[in-house]
């Protein structure tokens, strides 16, 4: 499918979350084969996981920015579980207990 946003400057309050997961998520990802967030945990060092506060899905055609400006009403303190950060890319389940969101996602208070 060619890329009807080639060589255009990007917009992320038009483009849809699908196409930012291809362009950003996807090819940092590849390699390693882990969610997202656990590359910016190693790369940013906030800690390690926290519990998590809310679990957030979304849709892939919706426009990126939507997504996280609906997330705005939870405040500063929440600690958000959305699927196309904390998911690995090349498979769709949570597959040990190794991954950063595995243990809050189980958690007893998450809602």
Known sequence: ????????????????????????IRPKVAEKKVPFVDLLA???NQGGP???T?????SWSSKFMDTFRA???????A??????????QDRLELVDSNE????????????
Not at 79 to 88: H, P, R, Y
Not at 100 to 111: Q, S, V, W, Y
Request: net charge negative; with cysteine.
């Open 1 to 24: 499918m060619p890329n009807p946003l080639y060589n255009t400057q990007l917009d992320f309050d038009s483009i849809p979350t699908w196409y930012v997961v291809k362009t950003f």
């Open 42 to 44: 190693k790369e940013y």
């Open 50 to 52: 926290v519990r998590v």
């Open 54 to 58: 809310h679990f957030a899905t979304h």
């Open 71 to 77: 997330l705005e009403v939870f405040g500063d303190d």
């Open 79 to 88: 600690s958000v579980w959305i699927c196309c950060f904390a998911m690995t």
């Open 100 to 111: 950063i969101f595995a243990k809050p996602l189980l958690a007893e208070g998450t809602k």
